[in-house]
C-alpha cells in the first residue's frame, strides 16, 4: 500500500465549476498536511497547509481534514484555465520534519 | 526576498562523469531537502539536513550519491559516476524550523547520455 495515494487523473473539469481533489495517506499519526501545485516544467509551489481536522479556506481554495478517515481534499471554486496542473498532496509522518508526497492528480480547466 | 536558488538549471553529461547540484536556500531556514523527480517514481526525498547537519538520507538510491552542507547558505548534491538512470528533476527545498512548510527552488534537470 502506497502511503500517499492520490487518482493520477487527469481529472476535466468546466471553467467555473469546482474541482475536488483526493487523498489518503496510510500513517495514522500524520500531524501536518499540504498541497502543492505544479505546473508543467516548473516547481512545486505551496498553497494550502492544513493540520487540524475541519475545513481551512483560502481564497477560492478550502483544504479538507479529516483524520478518523486519514482523508485529505482540495476544492477549488470558480476554476480557471491557469489552474490546470498537477496537484501533490504531502503529509508530514510523525515525529519528523519529512513529507511523503502523492504522485499527483492532472487537474483540466476546460475553458 | 530570494526564493531557494539552484544551478545550473540545466546539466547535460556523458555517463560516467562527475555531476555536482548546487543549492542556497531561503536564509533564516534550518531545514534543507533534495528531492529528484521523475514520470516514473514521482517526487522521491533522497536526503535532508538540519541546521548543516544530515538527519536521514535513507532515500539517497546508492553511493554515487553524497550531499553536503558545508554552511547554512550552501549545499551540494554529488553524483558520481553518473547513469543515464540518473536523469531526472532535482529539487532543493528550504523549511524553517516548527513551520513545516517547504518552499522549492526552480529545478536542476539532468540528462546523462
Known amino acids: 500500500q502506497k502511503e500517499v495515494e492520490q487518482n493520477s487523473g487527469p481529472l476535466s473539469v468546466p471553467e467555473g465549476a469546482i474541482a475536488s481533489l483526493n487523498c489518503t495517506y496510510s500513517d495514522r499519526g500524520s500531524q501536518s498536511f499540504f498541497w502543492y501545485r505544479q505546473y508543467s516544467g516548473k516547481s512545486p509551489e505551496l498553497i494550502m497547509s492544513i493540520y487540524s481536522n475541519g475545513d481551512k479556506e483560502d481564497g477560492r481554495f478550502t483544504a479538507q481534514l479529516n483524520k478518523a478517515s486519514q482523508y485529505v481534499s482540495l476544492l477549488i471554486r470558480d476554476s480557471q484555465p491557469s489552474d490546470s496542473a498537477t496537484y501533490l498532496c504531502a503529509v508530514n509522518p510523525s515525529g519528523t520534519y519529512k513529507y511523503i508526497f502523492g504522485t499527483g492528480t492532472r487537474l483540466k480547466v476546460l475553458a | 526576498d530570494a526564493g531557494v536558488i539552484q544551478s545550473p538549471r540545466h546539466e547535460v553529461t556523458e555517463m560516467g562523469q562527475e555531476v555536482t547540484l548546487r543549492c542556497k536556500p531561503i536564509?533564516?531556514?534550518?531545514?534543507l531537502f533534495w528531492y529528484r523527480q521523475t514520470m516514473m517514481r514521482g517526487l522521491e526525498l533522497l536526503i535532508y539536513?538540519?541546521?548543516?547537519?544530515?538527519?536521514?538520507d535513507s532515500g539517497m538510491p546508492e553511493d554515487r550519491f553524497s550531499a553536503k552542507m558545508p554552511n547554512a547558505s550552501f549545499s551540494t548534491l554529488k553524483i558520481q559516476p553518473s547513469e543515464p538512470r540518473d536523469s531526472a528533476v532535482y529539487f532543493c527545498?528550504?523549511?524553517?524550523?516548527?513551520?513545516?512548510?517547504?518552499?522549492f527552488g526552480p529545478g536542476t534537470r539532468l540528462t546523462v547520455t
Open positions: 539536513f538540519n541546521n548543516n547537519v544530515p538527519i536521514d
Open positions: 527545498a528550504s523549511m524553517q524550523e516548527n513551520s513545516y512548510e517547504q518552499y
Open positions: 536564509s533564516g531556514h534550518d531545514y
